[in-house]
């Protein structure tokens, strides 16, 4: 990236732009073994070494609008945070909030927010523990920018990364696609359609707690926030140097986000969500994690939609409802909805 | 009845590529003339279920593809008049100009907007009567109407802060650039099935007459796609080339008369500069002097910097098919899908993107 | 050229209408299809409805396809 280049909102969308800005820009000047791994949390040690593992994470919330069918800013900070650290297989414990508020957001709004997210920490079992708050100008902040940070206690021996998918695991989905990034669209201003999609903005780690519970052979797991299913499965096939294949006709998708989609010109595989996991597990524990995944709340609908292949590596190949094969691509930059 | 689901059907859609093996026992190539249709095939991965004789070329109806930098220029030209708003389709957003695209003249801070409809645009200038609101008015005979229908409403409104910047393009002048040009074999066109639920089938009808070239209107689900191409090689293995409607459900020989007519109120026919294919007379449409108030060629004084043509970029022979990427010299080495040079690298479904990510197919 | 799709015309307010597809609404333009009824299905592109579905011909398309599905599974 040369020096006289701006950054875009692209670079923000989740997909190969962000990448690049992380790899390039963030990550050089920090340099260590912890942030290199590029992991949806952070994870390490303290003391001597024999204390279990602890995993780290922080992330931001920038929504608009801040509140949406399903859900608000409040709900998407902590679960967001709570399933980051869920990915790593953590239990999540504590987090802090940073609040930037506009100034001229109604305190009934704010309030609003904040009970939103005692709702959702309670029902992760997480605490929120430190916080702060700025007040910016008027048209600085979109309403407000929250901006979390969550600890979590792994398991002693569990090692779950983007690098763990092994040829011949099965890849399992949790639920329907798309639900979140059309339910706050079709809120935006300039996208005026009534939608029956809720956003599926949940907390995660009670499902991988189930999970864990009955396999051990976990390799990956991560939540498809920007950029979608697509953009997560690619970066775990990059990351393992695998290819991962997988089938149309498997995957969730509700038909009211079928049909948004299809009238914006969007791919529901690039449509954010922030309520699912994937998961890649050992074929011969896939069926009983399967099960452990449609027991719990967030999960009735997982679906078992692809395996992990050797070739191509860091590809994502789809067989299509018709039985052809594409390339699932990483997103290159924003999605914006076509005409054409 | 849904009018998707139904024309995704495996079973239907494995008949129909095994009929296409049967009929087609020599090479031939076939030419999707629409950017959708590209899209629709890559999509739904069907090129997969086509035998190698059938080669399938991608050709000029993609807005993305055939504007010239010369006229992205010109909108951001305009995006940098200070309290202009420029409305845009999405499409165009990563297109690159001669300097920058719009989405990087956004980042520098113009006023860029994408909206999904034309009528969005109105929207944006009730709501701002201080700025000037320019619409890029992008797309063929499909979305030239709808903008024609938006100027009737601004008029109708008495709106004095909306125009639009008019490079819409016409398709069966440029088809028949290309089949008159002789550079490629085309021995069939897949006829871009929504252009023609505007202008019908007597368009085309020139292409069968006068060229020998089979025309089938095909739409866009996999099975219409699938099925126009049977019907086009059946109909080069027949030797009587006419104009079919594969799409019947939306097409109409007589298309639709009074999206025509409306379109035809606003806009009058003139020259147009096409990547790849230079100048076609007759090829494009600009607004008619009556509704000068609404043109932004002649509201707004644009002075764009000088056309540049990326040095190396052949955009242009590959989008008539004469090349193919790995000819260019800029391809996957200055020019990859992050930072494209030109057109055809921009979005994953353009010709050269789609073999940047998945070899020659 | 470009994305249409198909959805069911609902609610019409002289040149407005409103369309649905599996649930989701939208409004829509009907300046460039005066003769639409409430019930039509219609091809809609950019905020703009262009043409109604025929019923009978896409029937008729589906017919033909069904015939092809089941020849390709006899011959398997």
Redesign the interface.
């Known amino acids: 990236m040369a020096e006289d280049e701006r950054v875009l909102l692209a670079h923000g969308s989740g997909g190969r732009l962000s990448h690049e800005l992380v790899a390039q820009v963030f990550v050089p000047p920090w340099e260590n073994p912890i942030l290199s791994r590029l992991d949806d949390s952070a994870v390490f040690r303290l003391g001597d070494g024999t204390e279990p593992p602890l995993a780290f994470t922080t992330d931001s919330y920038v929504v608009k609008p801040l509140f949406f069918k399903g859900g608000d800013i409040g709900r998407l900070a902590v679960c967001g945070t709570v399933n980051d650290l869920a990915m790593s297989g953590a239990r999540p414990l504590y987090l802090s909030a940073g609040f930037v508020i506009e100034e001229g957001l109604t305190m009934t709004d704010l309030r609003a927010i904040v009970q939103s997210m005692r709702e959702a920490a309670e029902e992760a079992g997480v605490q929120i523990v430190a916080g702060d708050t700025k007040v910016v100008e008027k048209g600085s902040a979109d309403g407000l920018f929250i901006n979390t940070a969550g600890l979590g206690l792994l398991r002693s021996g569990l090692h779950i990364s983007g690098e763990g998918a092994q040829v011949g695991d099965i890849v399992i989905l949790s639920g329907s696609i798309g639900d979140h990034g059309i339910a706050v669209l079709s809120q935006r201003e300039g996208l005026d359609f009534e939608s029956p999609v809720s956003s599926d903005v949940a907390p995660l780690n009670h499902m991988v707690a189930a999970m864990l519970e009955v396999s051990p052979q976990i390799h990956v797991l991560r939540d498809p926030t920007r950029g979608g299913v697509a953009t997560s499965l690619n970066e775990i096939a990059g990351q393992s140097s695998v290819g991962i294949h997988i089938r149309e006709e498997t995957i969730p998708l509700k038909p009211g986000v079928w049909a948004a989609c299809e009238m914006l010109g969007l791919d529901p595989l690039y449509v954010a969500n922030e309520g699912k996991l994937v998961a890649m597990v050992s074929r011969a524990d896939a069926d009983k994690v399967l099960e452990a995944v449609r027991g719990s709340t967030y999960g009735r609908e997982a679906a078992i939609i692809g395996e992990v292949i050797p070739e191509p590596q860091g590809k994502v190949l789809m067989e299509t409802a018709v039985g052809g094969t594409r390339i699932v691509h990483m997103l290159v930059g924003e999605m914006l909805p076509r005409i054409c | ?4 689901e ?11 590529a ?2 296409i093996r049967c009929g087609a026992v020599s090479p031939v190539n076939l030419m999707e003339v ?3 249709h590209t899209v629709a095939i ?8 086509l035998p190698p004789e059938v080669r399938m070329l991608s050709g000029p ?4 593809c055939v504007t010239t930098n010369a006229d992205i220029d010109r909108a951001i030209a305009l995006a940098e008049q200070p309290g202009v708003i420029l409305v845009t ?3 165009m ?2 297109v690159p100009g001669s300097y920058q695209s719009l ?2 003249a ?3 801070g113009c006023d860029v ?8 645009a109105l929207g944006i200038a009730r709501a701002n009567p201080e700025r000037a609101v320019v619409f890029f008015g992008v ?5 030239a ?2 903008i024609a ?1 938006c100027v ?2 601004a008029e109708s409104l008495g709106l004095e802060n909306f125009s639009v910047l008019s490079v819409h393009k016409l ?1 069966p002048p440029a088809m028949e650039a290309l089949v008159a040009s002789g550079e490629v074999r085309i021995d069939g066109f897949m006829c ?4 023609s ?2 202008i019908g089938s007597h368009p085309y009808e020139f292409i069968a007459e006068r060229y020998g070239v089979p025309c089938v209107i095909t739409g ?1 689900e ?3 796609i ?2 126009g191409i049977e019907m086009l090689v059946r109909q080069i293995a027949g030797g009587q080339p006419r104009v079919e409607i ?1 799409y ?5 020989p007589e298309g ?1 008369p ?2 025509r007519e ?1 379109l035809e109120r606003i806009f009058e026919v003139d020259g147009a500069d096409w990547r790849g294919l230079g100048h076609i007379p007759d090829s494009g449409l600009k607004l008619r002097s009556e509704y000068a108030c609404f043109d932004a060629r002649a509201v707004h004084s644009i002075s764009p910097p000088p056309t540049k043509e990326h040095v190396g970029c052949i955009c242009g022979d590959i989008l008539r098919g004469a090349k193919t990427p790995p000819e260019c010299p800029l391809y996957g080495k200055v020019c990859t ?2 930072n494209p040079v030109g057109p055809c690298m921009v979005s ?1 479904e353009g010709t050269c993107a789609g073999w940047y ?2 070899g020659s197919r | 050229m470009c994305l249409a799709i198909p959805a069911r015309l609902f609610e019409v307010e002289g040149e407005r209408g409103l369309v649905e597809l599996a649930g989701v609404v939208r409004e829509v333009s009907l300046m460039l299809l005066p003769e639409a009824r409430v019930g039509d299905y219609l091809l809609i592109h950019a905020g703009y409805a262009l043409q109604r579905l025929d019923e009978a011909d896409a029937q008729e398309t589906l017919r033909l396809l069904a015939e092809v599905a089941q020849a390709g599974q006899e011959e398997a």
């Open positions: 009845m849904r009018y998707v139904e024309f995704r059907d495996r079973a239907a859609a494995l008949g129909m095994e009929r629409c950017g959708t890559f999509r739904h991965g069907v090129r997969d279920l109806g993609c807005p993305v389709f999405g499409d957003m990563k989405s990087q956004k980042a520098r907007r994408v909206v999904y409809s034309a009528r969005d797309g063929f005979e499909t979305t109407p709808t229908a009737l409403e398709i871009p099935g929504h252009v639920v505007i866009f996999p099975l219409d699938l099925q594969q019947s459900r939306g097409v109409r639709n009074r999206a409306i899908p992050e994953s990510q998945y």
